[in-house]
């Protein structure tokens, strides 16, 4: 079973920065995708940004320019630097890892694994 430790978060003013880190363990396959999700009440989750084992990264628009992602995989850890902070950037933010099985040196099949969740305030 692969375990997500998150950590960062909180609350800041409109403008501020914050820092979330995600640090998987346990895995058995390939991790080929490390990234963030968010979700607020009443919406569906979302992608915020990803980043798969050759750095190749993907950011949802409205955060483009704001937010960076990276990740160090000597540590199977996964950053989320927040910049420029809006108050539509309120979620529970969530770390995403897909590992990748390899079946038969034919096959690949993936598996989805979520952290808990933590919450990013962004006061106006």
């Known amino acids: 079973q692969v375990r997500l430790v998150e950590s960062g978060g909180g609350s800041v003013q409109s403008g501020g920065s914050l820092g979330l880190s995600c640090t998987a363990s346990g895995s058995m396959f390939v991790i080929y995708i490390m990234g963030w999700y968010r979700q607020v009440p009443g919406k569906e989750r979302e992608l915020v940004a990803t980043?798969?084992?050759?750095?190749?990264?993907n950011y949802t628009d409205s955060v483009k320019g704001r937010f960076t992602i990276s990740r160090d995989n000597a540590k199977n850890t996964v950053y989320l630097q927040m910049n420029n902070l809006e108050p539509e950037d309120t979620a529970v933010y969530s770390c995403?890892?897909?590992?990748?099985?390899?079946?038969?040196?034919?096959?690949?099949?993936?598996?989805?694994?979520w952290g808990q969740g933590i919450q990013v305030t962004v006061s106006s």
């Open positions: 995403y890892v897909q590992e990748m099985a390899a079946v038969s040196g034919h096959h690949v099949f993936p598996f989805d694994h």
């Open positions: 980043i798969d084992t050759r750095s190749k990264t």
